[in-house]
Nanobody, 119 residues
Framework: QVQLVESGGGLVQAGGSLRLSCAAS????????MGWFRQAPGREREFVAQ????????YYADSVKGRFTISRDNAKNTVYLEMNSLKPEDTAVYYC????????????WGQGTQVTVSS
């Protein structure tokens, strides 16, 4: 199982920006993609964005399209989530997750990093 560590969370005002990082302990030939999820208090965890390691293909939830950008540095086994035009609704614990080839589920998860957007 891959170990993931998120960082970069914090407090920002609405309209501000924040950049999250997720460092993976390793990446193998079975590694397919990395994703970002978030969970607000009392709510279910929801998908935010995904990027494939090989081609860099990205997918975004409608709620963050045009505002968030997911990227990766294969040499560093690290993925990023640049969040712009933040809204109070973006407040949540953000989790990084890894997905293997041939699987729809994300098998490894980080501990999460808190993002709080004030109005």
């Amino acid at each position: 199982q891959v170990q993931l560590v998120e960082s970069g969370g914090g407090l920002v005002q609405a309209g501000g920006s924040l950049r999250l990082s997720c460092a993976a302990s390793k990446r193998t030939f079975s590694s397919y993609a990395m994703g970002w999820f978030r969970q607000a208090p009392g709510r279910e965890r929801e998908f935010v964005a995904q990027i494939t390691w090989s081609g860099g293909t990205t997918y975004y939830a409608d709620s963050v399209k045009g505002r968030f950008t997911i990227s990766r540095d294969n040499a560093k086994n690290t993925v990023y989530l640049e969040m712009n035009s933040l809204k109070p609704e973006d407040t949540a614990v953000y989790y990084c997750a890894s997905r293997e080839v041939g699987r729809t589920n994300f098998s490894s998860w980080g501990q999460g990093t808190q993002v709080t957007v004030s109005s």
